[in-house]
């Protein structure tokens, strides 16, 4: 599975953008998909995830803020981001795995494919 990350950029406090991220190489219904972030100096984090019945998850720093869905038939993965702040900024990779179990969400070396992540500044 190659999954290819877009729609990061630049963007005023309070403002919108949407990532999408589209998988290729094999089906990824079945998957668990996720979107992770990584700031300068951190560790990488889950934002969050989507199963394949459509059932999510969601950082408490992003609860209410960001949406995640996902389109099975065309592969494609989407996160809407509302009302971002300057600690948002970060790069944002798009992952999937089709044997993660639950409890390892949040275990980037448990998901098996990456993208190659998208900038996303929020300035002050």
């Known amino acids: 599975v190659q999954l290819q990350a877009s729609g990061g950029g630049l963007v005023r406090s309070g403002g919108s953008l949407s990532l999408s991220c589209a998988a290729s190489?094999?089906?990824?219904?079945?998957?668990?998909m996720g979107w992770y972030r990584q700031a300068p100096g951190k560790q990488r984090e889950l934002v969050a995830s989507?199963?394949?019945?459509?059932?999510?998850n969601y950082a408490d720093s992003v609860k209410g803020r960001f949406t995640i869905s996902r389109d099975n038939a065309k592969s494609t993965l989407y996160l809407q981001m509302n009302s971002l702040q300057p600690e948002d900024t970060a790069v944002y990779y798009c992952?999937?795995?089709?044997?993660?179990?639950?409890?390892?969400?949040?275990?980037?070396?448990?998901?098996?494919?990456w993208g190659q992540g998208t900038q996303v500044t929020v300035s002050s």
């Open positions: 992952t999937a795995s089709r044997t993660i179990i639950l409890s390892s969400l949040r275990v980037p070396s448990s998901w098996n494919y």
């Open positions: 190489g094999r089906t990824v219904s079945d998957n668990v």
């Open positions: 989507i199963r394949s019945d459509g059932n999510t």
